[in-house]
């Protein structure tokens, strides 16, 4: 289908409602139940940029910039940008191991229930068989239709598939090759791949600076409808500069087409978008390396990375501590948010080791402990403690020093739980919301067990929630430990 004939269509299936490209209309649409309750996802960034593996999966505009750190070991190891561009990387980028059903295991062993694999990065190379652009991963490189090889497994898996669209960026992501003239960003062959390559960008975080054209904004509606189109995806979620102003009217019609193609389908959708992008109430409020420091009544999420300095597969990666990462899912979910959890594959599509063994561990514990996690809601507050989680984008705090008295709260039923996220050595743990003077709780506490042993600890309830499991009893690493506390 033309361009041309697949905005008609967006307008056609618009106006058979029942969302109209209003924020009125689209703030009537309800968050999936199956988010809320699911909590946990896989987020997968790899395409091209996987092949040179250097810096970050901004390697392809930043091997453009003249100085960079990329640039100058792209022209060392590959040559000048004449002879070896992007676009060169492209038939490198094989995926020959690339096993679907082996990653839609792995994912399920992880305790994943929904799964984002990025359709499109901003380097404009489509990891799925698209109609509108030759430069996709079933007719280039590895000549598979990525996106649908994993919705296939994935949903065998009984897990959700989504996918995520950074195709807005595209619009001047190339453009530090407009000021290198040999570059292959300025040769026409290849303007369906580059792309604008346009303007300055003086300030990316100025929702005024630098607009992009009509004609850019509809070749990203199209795009964007076809992935939902092919692939009936249940998240839709977009990186950022979404919010660049002249992009809203374009937002709202998308939202308005995937809401209504959901309604056909008979299901439960949600967007995922930052900073505003989407009128609160519209979409799904997406944190990237980032917390809340309160509870939302909506939900939210948390999109991070095993990796600290990257998010597709690089050479030395700089890795989190498996601890570390199930600290933030108790931490996410205490505040009403899920975890969206980021995994860079390399080139020949296979997972490092280094981010299955994370996945693997989270696994082990929420095979134990996913009950203070799936289907819960989140209690009075969300948790107590000295230690200060910090709020907004980009705040990831790597190395975790919480303490005994850290705790997080979730609840299901007559059942609270509570997470010490971490365990003392004396067994000892003190719970000021649970005690009598905070008053949070009048009910009385039956019963408390630790998840995953047979261990029911005394306790008395004082000035605070006296609960004492004995020295050396509970041996969990550097892993937290949940109480499990059923009140009547």
């Known amino acids: 289908m033309k361009k041309e004939e697949y905005l008609s269509l967006i307008d056609e299936v618009i106006a058979q409602g029942p969302y109209t490209d209003t924020w009125d209309s689209l703030c009537e649409h309800p968050t999936p139940k199956w988010y809320a309750r699911d909590k946990f ?10 092949v040179p593996a250097f810096g970050n999966e901004w390697y392809p505009r930043n091997m453009y910039v003249k100085g960079s750190k990329e640039n100058l070991h792209h022209t060392e190891k590959y040559g000048t940008l004449d002879k070896f561009g992007y676009k060169d990387f492209i038939p490198q980028f094989k995926a020959e191991k690339f096993d679907p059903k082996e990653w ?111 004609e850019h904004m509809q070749d990203w509606l199209v ?99 498996p601890s570390d990462v199930v600290l933030d899912l108790i931490d996410v979910v205490s505040k009403n948010g899920a975890l969206l959890l980021n995994i ?23 095979k134990v402990n996913g009950e203070a996690i799936y289907g819960t809601r989140y209690w009075k507050i969300f948790g107590e403690g000295p230690t200060v989680v910090p709020e907004g984008h980009f705040t990831d705090t790597y190395d975790k020093h919480f303490t005994s008295e850290d705790i997080r709260f979730t609840s299901k039923s007559n059942h609270i739980y509570a997470t010490v996220l971490h365990w003392p050595e004396d067994g000892e ?30 306790f008395a309830r004082n000035k605070e929630l006296d609960i004492s499991c004995g020295r050396g009893v509970i041996e969990a690493g550097d892993m937290p430990v949940v109480l499990k506390i059923t009140v009547e």
């Not at 996802?41 to 996987?50: A, E, L, N």
């Not at 590895?142 to 994935?154: F, Q, S």
């Not at 594959?345 to 514990?365: F, N, Q, S, V, Y």
Request: aromatic share 14%; proline share 5%.
């Open 429 to 458: 743990i003190h719970i000021k919301a649970l005690g009598n003077d905070m008053k949070l709780l009048k009910s009385t506490i039956r019963d408390i067990e630790i998840l995953g042993t047979n261990l029911h600890p005394a």
């Open 104 to 214: 839609a295991a792995l994912f399920k062993e992880a305790g994943a229930k929904f799964v984002v694999p990025v359709a499109e990065h901003h380097d404009g190379f489509q990891m799925y068989a698209s109609d509108l652009c030759r430069w996709n991963a079933a007719e280039m490189g590895p000549k598979r239709d990525i996106l649908g090889e994993l919705k296939t497994e994935v949903e065998k898996e009984g897990m959700v598939l989504g996918a995520s669209s950074h195709r807005a960026e595209h619009y001047w992501f190339f453009n530090g090759g407009r000021q290198i003239p040999e570059a292959d960003v300025n040769d026409p062959e290849y303007a369906d791949l580059y792309g604008p390559a346009a303007g300055i960008t003086r300030d990316m975080s100025d929702i005024y600076d630098n607009p992009p054209t009509e």
């Open 41 to 50: 996802g896989i987020f997968i960034h790899w395409g091209v940029y996987s």
């Open 344 to 366: 860079g594959p390399k080139p020949d599509g296979t997972i490092p080791e280094e981010d299955a063994h994370i996945l693997r561990e989270m696994g082990k514990w929420l």
């Open 223 to 321: 795009r964007t409808c076809e992935i939902v189109d092919k692939y009936q995806p249940s998240i839709v979620y977009f990186d950022w500069w979404i919010q660049q102003y002249a992009w809203k009217p374009y937002l709202r019609k998308f939202a308005a087409y995937y809401y209504n193609r959901s309604a056909q389908w008979g299901k439960e959708t949600a967007i995922d978008a930052k900073f505003d992008a989407y009128v609160y109430g519209s979409a799904v409020n997406d944190l990237e390396r980032g917390q809340l420091d309160h509870i939302t009544p909506d939900l939210w999420q948390n999109d991070t990375s095993v990796a600290k300095n990257s998010w597709g597969y690089t050479i030395g990666n700089d890795y989190k501590k």
